[in-house]
């Protein structure tokens, strides 16, 4: 069973999960959750998709996933993984084909540095938005965004590789994603200006099936964004 629309406090729990599929709790523009997404989309896993009001969860949501977030993940057997690294390096440990994470342990730990390191880029996405509506001054933090991205675009440049595990998409590269897909909705893609290996990237990125599976337009991102910074967001916005 598989819906776009989101299921809110009150809602019936779905049935089990059927039996060769994995089912994917998510909501349609959570970039963590795309992670997962993309990771499942990448390796070709069936799978289906259940989206949780996240303002409104339901209680049996909150019996599998007690932190109320997504994505989680949920076997047949009713084994629930959650988290977003958690539920992708599963899945590549599961589903052995097309594998995303490199072989050797040190390669699995540079990528595991590298999310790290991203993941302290992160919170700006958010505060220089949500500062900009307050009518506060963001000069300093689109400052700091600028720094931490040219570290990003030295780091291809060292590398003389493609994308950020080389010269084909690794994990790195999906657990990245998400926030470049959103920069125009989060009005920092002028950060980029200054970055052109990873603005080179971001162009070979959208070339991918599964980001083009993935993704939603730049509107729809734009909308949801605006009504999610107001704290209205709308999870079924566009169905």
């Not at 070709?44 to 009001?53: A, L, M, Y």
């Not at 084909?97 to 390191?117: D, I, N, R, T, V």
């Not at 949500?130 to 400052?143: C, F, H, I, P, T």
């Amino acid at each position: 069973m598989s819906t776009e629309k989101c299921f809110a406090k009150g809602s019936a729990a779905p049935g089990p999960v059927p039996n060769g599929y994995i089912r994917l709790y998510s909501m349609r523009f959570c970039p963590f959750a795309q992670r997962t997404r993309l990771v499942l989309s990448a390796k070709g896993i069936k799978h289906d998709t259940i989206n949780i009001n996240l303002k409104d969860k339901p209680d049996w949501y909150l019996e599998r996933n007690p932190l109320g977030l997504v994505p989680t993940l949920e076997t047949p057997a009713g084994e629930v993984i959650y988290e977003s690294p958690i539920t992708c390096d599963y899945l590549d440990e599961v589903y052995p084909e097309k594998k995303l994470l490199p072989s050797s342990p040190f390669g699995k730990a540079q990528q595991k540095m590298m999310l790290e390191l991203f993941s302290k880029i992160i919170p700006y996405f958010y505060k220089i938005p949500m500062q900009k509506n307050k009518g506060q001054d963001v000069s300093g933090l689109e400052a700091e965004l600028k720094e931490k991205l040219s570290q990003l675009n030295g780091d291809l440049v060292n590398k003389k590789t493609k994308f950020f595990g080389g010269d084909s998409i690794t994990m790195i590269d999906y657990m990245m994603w998400p926030w470049f897909e959103r920069l125009e909705a989060y009005g920092v893609k002028p950060c980029l200006d200054s970055t052109p290996e990873l603005k080179k990237w971001t162009e070979r990125m959208l070339d991918d099936p599964a980001v083009k599976a993935t993704m939603h337009s730049v509107d729809n991102h734009k909308a949801f964004f605006k009504a999610y910074v107001e704290g209205k967001p709308n999870y079924d916005y566009g169905l």
